[in-house]
């Protein structure tokens, strides 16, 4: 299995530019999940899937942010317009039935 | 609301030295416990897990974790430390279904 597998790897961006990252879970995985990770807040869960529905956007910053699961294969998570706080490494991870996660390798993200 | 504790925010040790990393839960019923790892530059790997049955659980690279559920807790250990260990450790509490919670993490540091 290749595992979870995320693009871009490294993205940089000016301020006010729509910027897409994506995922493709493991197969067979009915959960997922999208993480932000920065030295001052640490680990942040975005939002999670479960069957491709939105379970839980709780942590979803504000309306510049929106993600997608249109099948069980493929998610998006898009920020519209990018800030440069929004600068950090952005993590998809899958799961199946509670068990634990497996992480893509992460999509930093540069917002200048 | 469920909350994990990572007692340590950072620990310093020196090479050969024994390691133990405290995690506390605040989920009184049944839960799936996990480690997972993350190295400098890289993304967070499952390094072990608890479901149920033996509570002294087995992971990758010599780690190991006790589940005292009286004691809410589920410590991680080394018996002794490598330079390759250091990394940040995060425990994390599944109810079974859904997402997981992490906690804030635990930076080790291993001197050579």
């Known amino acids: 299995d290749a595992g979870v597998i995320q693009s871009p790897r490294h993205e940089v961006t000016e301020m006010g530019q729509e910027v897409t990252l994506r995922c493709k879970p493991i197969?067979?995985?009915?959960?997922l999940f999208w993480y932000r990770q920065t030295m001052m807040r640490g680990l942040e869960l975005l939002i999670y899937?479960?069957?491709?529905?939105?379970?839980?956007d709780s942590g979803m910053p504000e309306d510049r942010f929106s993600a997608k699961m249109p099948n069980a294969s493929f998610s998006t998570l898009k920020i519209q317009p990018s800030e440069p706080r929004d600068s950090a490494v952005y993590f998809c991870?899958?799961?199946?039935?509670?068990?634990?996660?497996?992480f893509g390798s992460g999509t930093r993200l540069t917002v200048v | 609301a469920q909350s994990v504790s990572q007692h340590n925010h950072h620990v310093i040790l020196s090479e050969a030295a024994s390691l133990e990393l405290g995690c506390n839960y605040s989920?009184?019923?049944?839960?799936?416990l996990f480690w997972y790892v993350q190295y400098p530059g890289q993304h967070l790997q499952l390094l072990l897990k608890y479901f149920s049955g033996d509570p002294l659980v087995k992971g990758i690279k010599g780690f190991e974790a006790e589940f005292i559920k009286s004691k809410f807790s589920f410590n991680l250990r080394k018996p002794s430390v490598q330079w390759s260990d250091t990394a940040e450790y995060f425990c994390a509490v599944n109810r079974n279904a859904g997402k997981s919670t992490f906690g804030d993490g635990t930076t080790l540091t291993v001197k050579p």
């Open positions: 899937f479960n069957n491709n529905v939105p379970i839980d």
């Open positions: 989920y009184g019923g049944t839960v799936n």
């Open positions: 991870a899958s799961s199946r039935e509670g068990n634990g996660y497996t």
């Open positions: 197969s067979g995985h009915n959960s």
